[in-house]
């Protein structure tokens, strides 16, 4: 058993591969029928892809998940960039899915999934909201009169008929920031 879903990890890490000499990122027909947690990051160009889950039977787990990155330039936003989700890739699937997918440059994408038990309730303050902000110190923005075009497609057979939890980060383009953070408390 634990060969077949090793084998299967590996179609999907074949079948997700980016096309860096082009600036495209494509998933074509990829892990339908899924069960359980698949994660995947692909990048065409230099990205920054975390998909982080933690699980708890006690108190509310924490995750922390930081990404830093040097200042764009014009250079950078000049390609034809374009990101692909085709066909019926993911669908029909069950469980927790993650996937970061970008095609660029100083991308940066993070999905975050929470799940714990707690005796009782807690509520959500600053400290822990602030970690779903995507903040920076200096602006992403790149101007260039050279701006190539900027694509990204989703199948309307992607995703169809998929349960549980779907957490997607996809772009294409220069300096972008996509973060999912979703927290799971069950209260006895």
Request: net charge negative; charged share 15%; aromatic share 2%.
């Amino acid at each position: 058993m634990i060969g077949l879903r090793l084998l299967a990890g590996l179609a999907v890490m074949l079948a997700v591969g980016a096309q860096a000499a082009d600036g495209t990122a494509s998933i074509d027909r990829s892990a339908s029928g899924y069960q359980g947690v698949l994660m995947i990051n692909q990048a065409s160009g230099s990205q920054q892809q975390a998909n982080a889950r933690a699980i708890s039977a006690g108190a509310m787990p924490t995750l922390k998940v930081e990404q830093h990155r040097d200042a764009l330039t014009a250079t950078d936003a000049a390609a034809d960039l374009r990101a692909h989700i085709r066909g019926a890739s993911f669908s029909g699937g069950s469980g927790v899915l993650g996937i970061n997918q970008g095609a660029g440059a100083g991308n940066q994408q993070i999905n975050g999934f929470r799940l714990g038990a707690a005796a009782q309730p807690e509520s959500l303050d600053d400290q822990v909201l602030a970690q779903s902000a995507a903040g920076s110190s200096f602006s992403s923005a790149v101007e260039s009169p050279g701006v190539g075009e900027r694509l990204v497609e989703i199948d309307d057979q992607a995703f169809s008929g998929s349960r549980g939890v779907v957490q997607l980060n996809q772009g294409a383009g220069v300096g972008n920031r996509m973060i999912n953070n979703l927290g799971i408390r069950i209260v006895e």
